[in-house]
């Protein structure tokens, strides 16, 4: 239950996900170099980074796997092709992150010869609570179903404008009729048209309101002190499949009799 102090501005992209693992949120503890603190694979070709006030994705095409993992020789991975854009969360800053539900297993990285750099037992984690990331303002992430979802939590007397999306490195950002449209070099993202209501279940009006590439959200009768939810859908229409790659290359025997396979998850 939201306390009656709080609103509620709940943002949810949906990603469609047929996964053999479970997606979820891992911590940047130094197996990866890149100053960013959270990583999440939402789906095949598709990555999310969280850094100090923005999130990075990170697209790949991977028609081109197949055709390699069959090919004989060499493969040829001079034509794959990527595309990574940015939302900034105009002056906001993610300081306070703590984990929510961790998913079941664990994770280790053997990424670099260093073994300084060597992470074990990282645990994933279903969801991340960002707190006052603009002041009296919270942000939930969450990953389920195939669904990555944002919800901001407002305290009292604070109202949507403080939040401000900025988008960077898109080829076109536009909006078509009640609809966001994101267009980069391997394909077109959509966002689907909001939809808002207040804690007592009554809808409420809420639109994009697209200023260059800063996107906020325009509500209209909306009071301050009622909680508010605006769900809005972001969608990757040619990302679907697994999570993962998985290949298997060889094999062997040991003296003990066990068997020991190798491939690329």
């Known amino acids: 239950m939201v306390p009656k102090n709080l609103g509620i501005l709940c943002f949810l992209a949906i990603i469609t996900l047929h996964a053999t693992g479970q997606a979820g949120f891992t911590e940047n503890r130094g197996q990866w170099?890149?100053?960013?603190?959270?990583?999440?694979?939402?789906?095949p070709g598709v990555s999310v980074f969280i850094d100090q006030h923005a999130f990075i994705f990170?697209?790949?095409?991977?028609?081109?796997?197949?055709?390699?993992?069959?090919?004989?020789?060499k493969p040829d991975y001079n034509h794959i092709h990527g595309h990574a854009f940015r939302i900034v969360f105009d002056g906001a800053v993610f300081?306070?992150?703590f984990p929510g539900e961790p998913l079941p297993g664990y994770e280790n990285f053997f990424l670099t010869n260093d073994s300084k750099r060597w992470v074990g037992g990282l645990k994933k984690y279903k969801n991340l609570i960002l707190k006052e990331i603009w002041p009296?303002?919270?942000?939930?992430?969450?990953i389920s179903g195939g669904r990555l979802k944002y919800t901001f939590f407002l305290q009292k007397g604070n109202n949507t404008k403080r939040i401000k999306l900025h988008y960077e490195g898109l080829e076109e950002l536009k909006l078509n009729n009640k609809t966001l449209e994101l267009k980069t070099s391997i394909g077109k993202i959509i966002e689907n048209e909001p939809i808002a209501w207040d804690q007592k279940g009554n809808k409420i009006q809420?639109?994009?309101?697209?200023?260059?590439?800063?996107?906020?959200?325009?509500?209209h009768d909306f009071l301050e002190e009622e909680s508010l939810v605006i769900d809005p859908?972001?969608?990757?229409?040619?990302?679907?499949?697994?999570?993962?790659?998985?290949?298997?290359?060889?094999?062997?025997?040991?003296?003990?009799?066990?068997?020991?396979?190798?491939?690329?998850?």
């Not at 170099?33 to 789906?43: M, S, V």
């Not at 009296?136 to 969450?142: A, V």
């Open 33 to 43: 170099q890149e100053p960013f603190l959270y990583k999440a694979d939402i789906a």
């Open 58 to 73: 990170n697209l790949a095409e991977l028609n081109h796997r197949e055709e390699d993992h069959a090919a004989t020789g």
């Open 95 to 97: 300081k306070d992150i």
């Open 136 to 142: 009296g303002i919270d942000l939930k992430l969450e």
């Open 206 to 219: 809420v639109s994009y309101q697209l200023n260059g590439n800063i996107l906020q959200f325009d509500v």
């Open 233 to 265: 859908e972001l969608i990757f229409s040619t990302y679907t499949g697994s999570t993962a790659d998985n290949w298997g290359f060889c094999g062997t025997y040991a003296p003990d009799k066990a068997v020991y396979s190798g491939g690329i998850v």
